[in-house]
């Protein structure tokens, strides 16, 4: 069964990118490799570094690799580390990034991945299977406290005390093992007519700390600003407000030249603008593009471009 699907504002990113003849891009989410497709599709003579932290991902796209050998370079390492694994291959400098943050379709559809509510799966969410915290541990395991915040921060949840609390009273009884106990017991612990919702918060905000998804997020956009050749385009498209906060929030700070306490009469931090901000609101999807891809329907891009301003 094909677990991967259609690929979000597809047109849309990739003509972010102004792919140019001769310029080095990264696709930090390779995933079904659709994007990547369409970036090597532009007709442009260009190198492409794909990453993707799960193997899956590289299993899916091992035709594509080998049609495009020598030009498409996929990298199985979690986009952090992005600048190490570039100057792996003598690259110091990029024309264009694109982020399609979050989870893949492959990985939410695979019941044994642990990430979907509805199907019945290990309680895992690993994007990256190496790294040893499991949802599973997570839930069992893990203080009142620790819950309730993850909860409250990551899925932005108003019944996260409750919420935790009765997991750390039901997990004495029997611990969780998989995704259906920990969906049906959400069922039965919550009140009010928004079960659904509170449950798909829940379930983000585990996943969300079990990847270290916002830590991550954050130093990988510093460092692909710091790469970015003049004109080049960073393009992301974020599926949640905490994603999408964390980018507007950089590329604002990027932007600006100066950020010296008001009060004082001459600049002295010697800040420069290293993006202008290609996008004041994002680019959502159409309306037709949702009603064919439901996936679509939260997704927000946000483009900027280098300014060359960055010295490293
Ligand atoms: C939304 S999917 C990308 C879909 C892709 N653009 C396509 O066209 O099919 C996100 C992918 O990024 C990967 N991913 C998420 N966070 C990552 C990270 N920090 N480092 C590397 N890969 C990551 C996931 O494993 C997943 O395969």
Redesign the pocket.
Known sequence: MET??I??L?KESVEALNIKDGGVYV???????????AILESGKEITLFA????P??LIHNEELAKKYAGKLFIIN????NLRTQLSLHRIKKIDGI?F????????INVDSRGFSFSLDGDLDMR??QTRELTAKELINHFPYEELRNIFRDYGEEKQASRIAKAIVEAREEKPFSTTLELSEFLDRCTVGPKKLKIKARIFQAIRIFI???IE??KC?LEDAVKILNPEGRIAV?S?HSLEDRIVKKLFKFEEKDCICPPKLPICVCNKKSRLKILTRKPIIPSEEEIEKNNRARSAKLRIAKGTGNYEI
Do not use: R
Request: glycine fraction near 14%; charge should be negative; charged fraction near 20%.
């Open positions: 991967y699907h690929p979000v597809l696709d930090a989410t390779l995933g079904g490799g659709g994007h990547t497709t990453f993707d932290q799960d899956d991902a390492d979690n986009f952090a694109l399609d943050l979050g989870v893949s379709s492959h990985q994007m990256d990847n270290g998804e991550v997020l990988a498209i599926y």
